[in-house]
């Protein structure tokens, strides 16, 4: 189950990381927030806002492929 409370301050901190681009990596900020792959899945699948790029996302991709090492 996917709690909601996570989803939108995952958003809110992904709309922070796509206007500020402070120098951290999309991983790190993934990493920082403690975000679940099964929050992730939920954010890809159901979220179209625009608040990552492509080359974010398949970083993202890669770092929960990599069982969340980046």
């Not at 402070?22 to 993934?30: H, R």
Request: hydrophobic letters at 30%.
């Amino acid at each position: 189950m996917v709690n909601k409370e996570s989803i939108n301050e995952a958003l809110q901190q992904m709309t922070g990381f796509r206007v500020g681009r402070w120098g951290a990596s999309p991983t790190e900020l993934v990493s920082s927030m403690g975000l679940t792959i099964t929050e992730w899945r939920h954010i890809k699948k159901n979220e179209d806002s625009g608040h990552l790029d492509k080359d974010d996302i398949k970083e993202i991709n890669k770092y929960f492929k990599n069982g969340g090492e980046y």
